[in-house]
């Protein structure tokens, strides 16, 4: 060995635990030795790199491409990296607790930050993809001290994306109010926040809160509302979230006897509310949800305790929430708190419930994590792709927006954002969130615009547009501070240029409108008009004569229409459509089962030769209703074109003021399925509600509301493109002409479908 080489070695070894069991670090090869760096401990590279350096520095047979960056080993990248959770403890107690709801933790230091933490998993939402979080425990339980282990922890690990405080509080106790009650045990949730009730402006008369506090994390509170959702269902199972993952009880954290739960009022003890009314069970917590009071004073007077809980409207107090909450959000991090209850913020108080209200809390904040998806660690290389130097708080946004997106062609959304720039993978992805993961490295095409934003674009153009809105605004925000505001709105007038000739809808069919209304004087007759669509090219319908019959003869008048219109279609290859154009009060008459060959043994219902929808004849002269009727007719084609339904009213409900005024709060609602027929009067108002707002496409079932139409069947009528849902009817319909009995749904079910650019009255455009 050389002496270079023994110099090199001898350095190395210096560096290396006791005993040395990772290899030499020291290779000797044809083009001199080799320092692998990535064996040395992260401390000792700290402490030594500069001997070692300086000593390389002075021997240019030493290559600097053999001198490798450490890695730190499994710990850098598993721990500092893929932590998006973190948990922060004020008291052992709590910590203990929390621990041994954790799997496969491990108990980790780093260089320059005092804290001691814990780093493991928790069950997510997505089974094999659980979270991976660290707890780290206080020195002290105060404000101060709190933003300070927290900002610690947060440096340490970059990639934690909400921070929770999960430990003990003191309840505020309302017997008067079971409903609302809270006894020791219980846990309480901030849904609504914190009450900072030190950081106040002094003012004559009652004090005002200063700045408010952040919000707590909406993923969070999201999994908290559908846990409340299946404990309508089904109570929590308290036994499954306070076993350790160990699966042996611990007898530490065993819940006291009922008998030191005790309550007073100024000093006297009194009863808590009987259980039945609190709704407490028997031997498990119950949940409270609201705000909790937060300040540096141990609370532990009864008449201060109802003072402020009174003023600020909490169910709680703590003492740390303030501090992490400051810490968290000025980094951009969200913030979460789970408590529970160890007394009453006043005395007598009992220790004994220090275990088991600790452990309540880690098992509730289990149960929402559990219910919440993992927090993608989203990785680029340096230097492969604009959105590398985005913070990740900053794609948290981006993250959040398109975590509940779901229902598109992920394949046509790859194709409409990025082209050939890059092959879709051999395994696609499956989600909208997978999708931008999986281009959030990839670079900028000939346009200059990075894939990622040109994805968040086009998803922006299909879904629902407050969720379009927000994502067109990160785009912007983010296209302005990187310099891409020109080269973006190049991007969306190319893509406006190829989605425009879509937003008309399909394009013309031949086919033949047909007018049935009933006399004004007489209503055992009526007037039957027609007009015939030659040519699937511009909107050019011819009228045929008008016929006045009795209204037990309209198939006639019918039939000699299609007859009519057949002998001007016999060149034609193209599918022809029935459309009957009726007033409301015929709307919901079976026309489709309406006969033709009607001198044959066997007349053939309408539906089985032909698709059939109605429209309405009475919006067609309201020529004050088509504007909004057009706007509603291209939201259905916008690109994609797909339909976005709204439901009738369900069990009955009364509030049609509000059922009108949701949908017509949302432009892009375009396809209503009414709860009853127009018949009854629930269902006529509904269909009158939904034309009047512009619906161009209406669904029931003449049975409803007794049989409504099966909401599986709806969604398959109403997937993919819309332009096959009068052919999907059809085909409905044909099941029902070729099988036994009048059960089957298509048989009953009813279309309207109202193109507002093809009418044949005066009231809106014609050729």
């Known amino acids: 060995m050389s002496q270079s080489t023994f110099r090199i070695k001898r350095i190395t070894e210096s560096m290396m635990p006791e005993p040395r069991n990772r290899g030499d670090p020291v290779r000797v090869g044809p083009d001199g030795p080799t320092i692998a760096v990535r064996h040395l401990p992260h401390r000792a590279f700290t402490l030594h790199s500069n001997c070692l350096i300086g000593y390389l520095q002075c021997h240019a047979s030493m290559s600097w491409a053999a001198v490798t960056a450490p890695t730190f080993g499994a710990q850098s990248s598993d721990f500092r990296d893929d932590v998006t959770i973190g948990i922060v403890a004020a008291l052992p107690v709590e910590s203990a607790a929390m621990?041994?709801?954790?799997?496969?933790?491990?108990?980790?230091?780093?260089?320059?930050?005092?804290?001691?933490?814990?780093?493991?998993?928790?069950?997510?939402?997505?089974?094999?993809?659980?979270?991976?979080?660290?707890?780290?425990?206080?020195?002290?339980?105060?404000?101060?001290?709190?933003?300070?282990?927290?900002?610690?922890?947060?440096?340490?690990?970059?990639?934690?994306?909400?921070?929770?405080?999960?430990?003990?509080?003191?309840?505020v106790p309302a017997p008067d109010q079971p409903a609302r009650h809270v006894r020791l045990g219980d846990v309480v949730v901030a849904v609504d926040g914190i009450a900072d009730y030190g950081h106040i402006r002094q003012v004559p008369g009652s004090p005002q809160q200063r700045r408010p506090a952040a919000e707590p994390s909406a993923d969070l509170v999201r999994a908290v509302r559908r846990i409340q959702e299946k404990e309508y269902r089904e109570p929590l199972d308290w036994p499954r979230l306070l076993t350790p993952v160990h699966d042996q009880p611990m007898a530490v954290f065993a819940r006291p006897p009922a008998s030191t739960d005790r309550l007073f009022k100024a000093g006297t003890p009194i009863d808590h509310p009987p259980r039945a009314e609190s709704g407490h069970r028997e031997g498990v917590p119950k949940v409270h949800y609201g705000r909790i009071g937060t300040g540096d004073t141990l609370l532990l007077d009864e008449r201060r305790r109802d003072t402020l809980a009174d003023r600020h409207r909490v169910i709680a107090f703590e003492m740390e929430a303030a501090g992490v909450i400051v810490s968290a959000a000025s980094r951009g991090i969200g913030w979460f708190m789970v408590r529970g209850i160890v007394d009453y913020c006043a005395e007598p108080r009992d220790e004994r419930w220090f275990p088991c209200a600790s452990l309540a809390a880690a098992g509730y904040l289990r149960a929402v994590l559990a219910e919440c998806r993992p927090f993608p660690v989203l990785r680029s290389a340096a230097g492969s792709g604009a959105l590398a130097l985005l913070p990740d708080p900053e794609l948290d946004v981006l993250r959040g927006l398109l975590d509940d997106v779901s229902g598109l062609d992920l394949a046509a959304v790859w194709r409409a954002a990025i082209g050939k720039l890059t092959p879709v993978p051999d395994r696609p992805p499956t989600t909208a969130l997978e999708l931008f993961t999986h281009l959030a490295g990839v670079n900028a095409g000939a346009d200059g615009v990075p894939p990622v934003l040109a994805l968040a674009e086009e998803i922006a153009e299909r879904v629902e547009h407050r969720t379009g809105a927000k994502l067109r605004a990160w785009v912007d925000?983010?296209?302005?501070?990187?310099?891409?505001?020109?080269?973006?709105?190049?991007?969306?007038?190319?893509?406006?240029?190829?989605?425009?000739?879509?937003?008309?809808?399909?394009?013309?069919?031949?086919?033949?409108?047909?007018?049935?209304?009933?006399?004004?004087?007489?209503?055992?007759?009526?007037?039957?008009?027609?007009?015939?669509?030659?040519?699937?090219?511009?909107?050019?319908?011819?009228?045929?004569?008008?016929?006045?019959?009795?209204?037990?003869?309209?198939?006639?008048?019918?039939?000699?229409?299609?007859?009519?219109?057949?002998?001007?279609?016999?060149?034609?290859?193209?599918?022809?459509l029935v459309e009957m154009l009726l007033p409301t009060d015929l709307i919901d008459e079976a026309v489709e089962w309406w006969h033709t060959e009607l001198e044959e043994p066997a007349p053939t219902p309408l539906c089985v030769d032909y698709p059939v929808v109605v429209r309405s004849l009475d919006r067609m002269r309201a020529g004050y209703r088509h504007r909004v009727w057009a706007n509603r007719w291209k939201a259905l084609w916008r690109h994609p074109p797909r339909h976005r339904p709204y439901w009738g009213r369900v069990g009955g409900e009364p509030d049609l003021p509000g059922w009108n005024a949701r949908l017509r709060d949302d432009p892009d609602l375009t396809t209503v399925v009414l709860s009853g027929s127009p018949r009854d009067d629930a269902g006529r108002d509904e269909l009158r509600s939904a034309l009047n707002a512009g619906i161009p496409v209406v669904l029931w079932d003449r049975r409803a509301p007794a049989e409504p139409v099966p909401a599986e069947v709806i969604a398959g009528l109403l997937r993919g493109d819309p332009a096959e849902l009068p052919n999907r009817v059809r085909a409905l319909r044909k099941e029902a002409a070729v099988s036994a009995g009048t059960a089957h749904t298509g048989r009953h079910i009813a279309l309207l479908w109202d193109d507002p650019n093809r009418t044949v009255h005066d009231g809106g455009p014609s050729a």
Do not use: K
Request: charged residues 25%.
């Open 99 to 171: 621990v041994n709801l954790i799997a496969d933790t491990a108990e980790i230091r780093y260089e320059g930050d005092p804290n001691d933490y814990r780093v493991g998993h928790l069950d997510s939402a997505v089974p094999g993809r659980p979270h991976r979080v660290v707890l780290t425990v206080m020195a002290n339980d105060n404000t101060r001290n709190a933003a300070t282990v927290c900002t610690d922890m947060l440096r340490t690990f970059p990639r934690i994306r909400c921070v929770v405080l999960t430990g003990i509080a003191g309840g």
């Open 477 to 576: 925000d983010v296209a302005e501070r990187y310099h891409l505001a020109e080269a973006m709105a190049a991007h969306r007038a190319a893509a406006q240029r190829r989605r425009q000739c879509a937003d008309e809808g399909p394009a013309v069919q031949p086919c033949v409108v047909i007018q049935v209304e009933r006399d004004g004087i007489d209503p055992e007759r009526c007037e039957v008009r027609y007009w015939i669509q030659r040519t699937a090219t511009s909107w050019q319908p011819e009228p045929g004569e008008p016929r006045q019959t009795a209204f037990r003869r309209v198939e006639q008048a019918m039939e000699a229409a299609i007859r009519h219109a057949e002998t001007v279609w016999w060149h034609s290859a193209d599918p022809v």
